[in-house]
């Protein structure tokens, strides 16, 4: 694989998950951190979040920490924003076995659109095929992660994609490992990056793909619980993740930007 293939996105998106890879190589073994190939950011609150935030985001441009408190999310963010820092947040959905069963229920309810095929990205998947999945992601504003994450290099996960009779990428779903091994949300993974291309909006392949994933990931990864972050004011998402029982939570992904180092204030959709 060469350098030009491993990351996606916009220059600003690959600078800084260039930055977080490096950092990831070594803080990997430290367990209060996570990651799934965008940045580093806090498993779950610690003693000194803030600081450890701020710090995050200066080497990387951007650090969430999750299951932060809803609650106590303005006095972090006041704290990180008095420093200099930017802030953004996305809701802290999470499903369980609900959401298994769910999925489960929508994969015998629904069939996926006879032109479409389905496949998991690997380390044989041409390098063309998992550039245009990352183009689809981008081009729906979703932050497409690096090569070897979506091929199921790097971290335990999969990325599938639907494509159609051309070969052209319609859908897209991902979920990865994320935290900790040793840690409380050890089988907590992350799930999401849920891509339609519009005109293909609307026939349940975000649906039926979104629920592929979720059973794949319980029944041969041993996954428990499913976390995506969703901005506020994202309906449709909100209705997916919904349908497939994952519901927002008393919990956000807390995001300290360091403008500066990023190039601009928020990290994805
Ligand atoms: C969100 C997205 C992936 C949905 O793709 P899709 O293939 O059209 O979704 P589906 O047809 O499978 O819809 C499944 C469910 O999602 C909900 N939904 C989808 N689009 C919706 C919309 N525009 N408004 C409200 N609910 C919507 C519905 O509950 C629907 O279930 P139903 O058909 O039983 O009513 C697509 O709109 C998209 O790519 N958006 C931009 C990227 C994005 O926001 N991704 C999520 C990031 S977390």
Not at 12 to 27: D, E, G, H, P, Y
Not at 34 to 57: C, E, I, K, N, W
Not at 92 to 114: K, T
Not at 220 to 243: D, H, I, P, Q, W
Request: hydrophobic letters at 40%; a negative charge.
């Amino acid at each position: 694989m060469t350098g030009e293939e491993a990351y996606y996105g916009n220059p600003q998106s690959v600078a800084a998950m260039k930055r977080s890879a490096a950092l990831w190589s070594l803080v990997r073994d430290d367990p209060r951190f996570a990651y799934y190939g965008r940045l580093v950011g806090l498993s779950q609150p610690v003693d000194d979040t803030a600081d450890v935030l701020a710090a995050l985001a200066r080497v990387q441009g951007a650090a969430p920490c999750y299951f932060f408190p809803k609650t106590q999310t303005p006095a972090l963010f006041a704290e990180l924003e008095a420093r200099g820092l930017s802030t953004d947040r996305h809701e802290h959905f999470l499903g369980g076995e609900e959401a298994y069963a769910v999925s489960r229920q929508a994969l015998s309810d629904y069939a996926m659109p006879a032109d479409l095929t389905v496949r998991e990205l690997d380390a044989d998947t041409p390098g063309c095929v998992v550039a245009e999945t990352a183009d689809l992601m981008e081009s729906c504003e979703v932050m497409p992660v690096p090569a070897a994450m979506l091929r199921g290099q790097q971290r335990n996960g999969a990325c599938l994609v639907a494509t159609d009779e051309a070969g052209q990428p319609v859908a897209t779903a991902s979920s990865f490992f994320m935290h900790p091994t040793d840690g409380p949300h050890a089988t907590t993974v992350f799930w999401g990056m849920l891509a339609t291309r519009p005109d293909r909006r609307g026939e349940k392949i975000a649906l039926l793909l979104g629920a592929r994933m979720i059973v794949h990931m319980w029944e041969k990864k041993g996954a428990r619980a499913f976390m995506t972050g969703v901005r506020e004011s994202n309906a449709s998402s909100t209705a997916l993740c919904n349908r497939l029982g994952v519901y927002d939570t008393a919990y956000t992904y807390a995001v300290c930007v360091d403008a500066g180092t990023m190039g601009r204030k928020s990290v994805t959709k």
